[in-house]
């Protein structure tokens, strides 16, 4: 994101939350609020006319649901990145959420840290679920993500991290330790930058490198 502030967009179908989040969310350094929505429909509207960073989506909503919401930014709006902030627990649901391409599922009893936490790592193109577990069972939900990307997606900031450093020949794992990531994490970016170079080995993700002067030769 270099130094400029995440622009963010809230949707809920609740005033009063939907108000409350956004005066939370202005007074974070680093984000900046641009725009709300009362439902699905209208979100993914508002996401084609401002172009934010990242959407902050509940699920329930009138007109269309947050995660088909979530399915249409993310099919016409590669570059806006979805965090579901929800009241449901359902496993069911997480799992629809991250397959339509969400990056991150919160509760509303979540803290105001938690939920600023995730939109950062959203904007960087990383996947989060609280809980210890949350890398490993996100590495689950998003392979039908990844499996419907087409060659010429856009590569995420923490994407062209790792291909970097697997072009300068760490392993995965390696790679993992450097960024501070889970190595499920690691491997589920690498499986997506894989899909979206058409890479058939580390020698394609070189070549992108290389063609796009992420690396020195």
């Known amino acids: 994101m270099g130094t400029r ?3 963010v967009l809230v949707a809920d179908d609740h005033q009063i939350v939907r108000q409350g989040l956004i005066r939370l969310l202005e007074a974070v350094d680093g984000l900046e609020v641009v725009g709300e929505a009362a ?3 209208e979100a993914v509207g508002r ?8 959407a902050v989506l509940d699920i329930v909503m009138p007109a269309l649901d947050g995660i088909e919401a979530t399915r249409r930014i993310r099919s016409a709006r590669p570059r806006t990145e979805v ?4 009241a449901h627990k359902s496993t069911a649901y997480r799992r629809r959420a991250f397959e339509a391409g969400a990056r991150g599922y919160l509760l509303k009893d979540c803290g105001l840290e938690q939920l600023v936490h995730s939109i950062r790592h959203a904007a960087h193109g990383d996947y989060y679920l609280p809980g210890d577990a949350g890398h490993d ?4 939900y998003v392979k039908p993500w990844i499996r419907s990307q087409q060659p010429g997606g856009i590569v995420t900031p923490r994407e062209r991290e ?3 450093l697997l072009a300068d020949g760490y392993s995965t794992k390696e790679a993992a330790a450097v960024l501070d990531i889970s190595v499920k994490t690691a491997e589920t970016h690498r499986a997506s930058i894989m899909r979206k170079l058409d890479a058939k080995n580390v020698a394609d993700i070189v070549k992108y490198c290389i063609r796009n002067r992420l690396i020195d030769l």
């Open 5 to 7: 502030p995440i622009r």
């Open 39 to 41: 439902d699905g429909e």
């Open 47 to 54: 996401v084609l006319d401002l172009d934010p960073d990242v």
């Open 83 to 86: 965090v579901i902030l929800t």
């Open 137 to 140: 069972v996100v590495a689950g």
């Open 162 to 164: 790792l291909a970097c």
